[in-house]
């Protein structure tokens, strides 16, 4: 029992390390999130329907697990 609450103690505080983070490159505005406008200044083949399409809770913004979704099914290019 002590080694398996060890190892669950060491695998949560692996997980913030691999999470993903905000690329303040295009996070210009420091929000934590990735807004239409500067997606297209990151992406210049960005589109109205693509933003859409990326921020799947229609927040209006994309935070990095919708970017991160959005890079694995091909919809942009992984990295900025």
Do not use: C, H, R
């Not at 691999?18 to 997606?39: F, K, M, N």
């Amino acid at each position: 029992m002590k080694k398996l609450v060890l190892t669950l103690a060491a695998i949560g505080f692996a997980l913030p390390a691999i999470a993903q983070e905000v690329d303040p490159a295009i996070d210009t505005d420091g929000d934590g999130l990735y807004s239409y406008p500067e997606l297209t200044a990151a992406y210049p083949d960005m589109t109205e329907d693509l933003f859409t399409a990326i921020d799947v809770n229609a927040d209006g913004a994309a935070d990095v697990e919708e970017m991160a979704a959005a890079e694995a099914n091909g919809l942009v290019p992984s990295g900025g």
